[in-house]
């Protein structure tokens, strides 16, 4: 008895036609095409693994894409005090050439004045630099802005719509609420911490 023999024992008189299929020459090239058949797919499973392995290694780790206004927003340790008559705003502000621009204004007093019931706004004594700034920004409660186009300063105390020329500079930390209110508001504005 062959090993062909002993996997396929012969079936006496049940099934003669698989029996005569089962031939040794048959087992063979059906053994083959699947040799063949499962070589092929091997090769392109292997294939496409290692172009993914290849671009994976190429690309490094995926990081988040990051827009020109996030990467132009990156925070320092750059604190501000905004003095009113009531209370002490703190904020921090963006490592951005704007903002280290307007920190170089600093201590400044200013009159904000409501504009569009949506944001306080006051001249500046010198239009501020927008070096690397994105085009415009979509600014949100307690965002404290440059618009540069009229070269003023704008804090945020209701969300507003992407402007064109609008560059933040940095967010209000605690009492943004203290701002809104109908009326101007004169404001000593300071650096209490430093970049490190």
Same mark, same amino acid.
């Given at each position: 008895?062959?090993?062909?023999? +002993? ?9 003669? *036609?698989?029996?005569?299929? #089962?031939?040794?020459?048959? #087992? ?6 699947? *040799?063949? $058949?499962? @070589?092929?797919?091997?090769?392109? $499973? ?7 392995? *290849?671009? +994976?290694?190429?690309?490094? %780790?995926? *990081? %988040?894409? @990051? =827009?020109?206004?996030? @990467? ?6 750059? !604190? ?6 009531? !209370? ?5 502000? +963006?490592?951005?050439? @704007? ?7 600093? %201590?400044?007093?200013?009159? #904000?004045? /409501? ?12 239009? #501020? ?8 920004? /979509? ?24 402007? =064109?020329?609008?560059? !933040? $500079? ?20 300071? $650096?209490?911490? !430093? %970049?490190?």
């Amino acid at each position: 008895m062959n090993r062909l023999d +002993a996997c396929f024992p012969r079936c006496e008189g049940e099934a003669p *036609a698989i029996q005569q299929r #089962l031939t040794r020459r048959s #087992l063979l090239a059906s053994a083959g095409g699947l *040799a063949v $058949l499962s @070589t092929f797919v091997a090769l392109i $499973l292997g294939t496409a693994l290692s172009g993914i392995i *290849a671009h +994976a290694e190429q690309s490094g %780790p995926t *990081a %988040p894409t @990051t =827009s020109r206004e996030q @990467t132009h927003q990156r925070t320092t340790a750059m !604190k501000i005090s905004i003095r009113t008559q009531h !209370k002490v705003i703190t904020a921090t502000l +963006a490592d951005n050439s @704007t903002s280290r621009d307007f920190v170089s204004l600093l %201590p400044i007093t200013l009159t #904000l004045k /409501d504009y569009a019931a949506t944001e306080k706004v006051s001249d500046l004594p010198r239009r #501020l630099s927008t070096e690397g700034a994105p085009a415009g920004s /979509d600014p949100s409660i307690g965002d404290i802005a440059y618009y540069s186009p009229w070269g003023n300063l704008a804090i945020f105390y209701r969300n507003f719509r992407y402007s =064109s020329g609008l560059i !933040k $500079l940095g967010k209000i930390d605690t009492g943004i609420e203290e701002l809104n209110v109908p009326e101007g508001t004169k404001v000593m504005i300071e $650096l209490i911490e !430093k %970049p490190r």
